[in-house]
């Protein structure tokens, strides 16, 4: 049972990046998903989240217009599509799953308490150089 995120790299400035978190193991649609991201020397901060049907979705203020969550059921997959990055983009991006049961599940992620979070991911690392 785990959580697999993937699609880190280096990108310039202004570039774009594609992150997946594939699910294996367990159903991805009895969870919302949510990414993180921890930029070296900082606490990590929930970024964007997307509940159960994708219907719904959160984006932290510095990231809205540039980043998209989004998410297949079907695939099992979710993912995170980012544009016009900056370096203070950079860092590990971590996806994370909640149970449907959670009664965190309306609340954005970045507010979530950790012990609400079912699953993580390994983390992906984005480098946006200037």
């Known amino acids: 049972v785990q959580l697999q995120a993937s699609g880190g790299g280096l990108v310039q400035a202004g570039g774009s990046l594609s992150l997946s978190c594939a699910a294996s193991g367990f159903i991805l649609r009895y969870y919302k998903i949510g990414w993180f991201r921890q930029a070296p020397g900082k606490e990590r901060e929930g970024v964007a989240d997307i509940n159960l049907s994708g219907s719904s979705t959160w984006y932290r203020d510095s990231v809205k217009g540039r980043f998209t969550i989004s998410r297949d059921n079907v695939k099992n997959i979710a993912y995170l599509q980012l544009k016009s990055l900056q370096p203070v983009d950079t860092g590990v991006y971590y996806c994370?799953?909640?149970?449907?049961?959670?009664?965190?599940?309306?609340?954005?992620?970045?507010?979530?308490?950790?012990?609400?979070?079912?699953?993580w991911g390994q983390g992906t690392l984005v480098t946006v150089s200037s």
């Open positions: 994370a799953a909640i149970g449907n049961g959670s009664s965190w599940l309306n609340t954005p992620i970045d507010y979530v308490p950790e012990y609400e979070i079912d699953y």
